[in-house]
T-cell receptor
Framework: DAGITQSPRHKVTETGTPVTLRCHQTENHRYMYWYRQDPGHGLRLIHY???????DKGEVSDGYSVSRSKTEDFLLTLESATSSQTSVYFC?????????????FGPGTRLTVL | AQTVTQSQPEMSVQEAETVTLSCTYDTSESDYYLFWYKQPPSRQMILVIR??????QNATENRFSVNFQKAAKSFSLKISDSQLGDAAMYFC??????????FGEGTQLTVNP
């Protein structure tokens, strides 16, 4: 399972409230990613990190921010959740001692915005 | 921008038979990686197989193998001796520069007993 956990695993929230999802890894991987999965779209990259405090935007970054203050944690924040952000969110990692150039995924977080 | 296309939204196969899932991609790069991931009902994304573009030999992992046609930009997955546990959504993915992954929309595979 590549030592990746996500919390919470499920969350229901209301429109306009802030939400933070956490990704935690235990194997010192340099790269961490946040994706969202929606029907008919596969997985799409939101943000990624290539080191502590080094982050960059993906293809669907509007409405999301991220932070990485230490190697093992990558946080995804929805400052003011909207119904369009109802989705399944996956964290992924790469680098470290795993197979090069390959991403491994966490179990996912199902977020529902009412 | 790179794109990945899986033209088969759904496929089915009889247990113990062989099935091939299709994937095509568009890129101007010469060095890249291709992947197949499996997503069972548990929702976990599981790496099935990977292929380096600079390698001419097709990757194999037990019952899973690929047919990589670089000139045609085609990357199909063959599952031999299909098992009930192979039933899942399968995603083809391309690794872009900067280590980003671009995914296809997926193929839902049903295995019939």
């Amino acid at each position: 399972d590549a030592g990746i956990t996500q919390s919470p695993r499920h969350k229901v929230t209301e429109t306009g409230t802030p939400v933070t999802l956490r990704c935690h890894q235990t194997e010192n991987h340099r790269y961490m990613y946040w994706y969202r999965q929606d029907p008919g779209h596969g997985l799409r990259l939101i943000h990624y990190s290539y080191g502590v405090k080094d982050t960059d935007k993906g293809e669907v970054s509007d409405g999301y921010s991220v932070s990485r203050s230490k190697t093992e944690d990558f946080l995804l924040t929805l400052e003011s959740a909207t119904s369009s952000q109802t989705s399944v969110y996956f964290c992924a990692i790469s680098g470290g001692t795993s197979i090069p150039n390959t991403q491994y995924f966490g179990p996912g977080t199902r977020l529902t915005v009412l | 921008a790179q794109t990945v296309t899986q033209s088969q939204p759904e496929m089915s196969v009889q247990e113990a038979e062989t099935v091939t899932l299709s994937c095509t991609y568009d890129t101007s790069e010469s060095d890249y990686y291709l992947f197949w991931y499996k997503q069972p009902p548990s929702r976990q994304m599981i790496l099935v197989i990977r292929q380096e573009a600079y390698k001419q030999q097709n990757a194999t992992e037990n019952r899973f193998s690929v047919n990589f046609q670089k000139a045609a930009k085609s990357f199909s997955l063959k599952i031999s001796d299909s098992q009930l546990g192979d039933a899942a959504m399968y995603f083809c993915a391309y690794r872009t520069s900067g280590s980003r992954l671009t995914f296809g929309e997926g193929t839902q595979l049903t295995v019939n007993p």
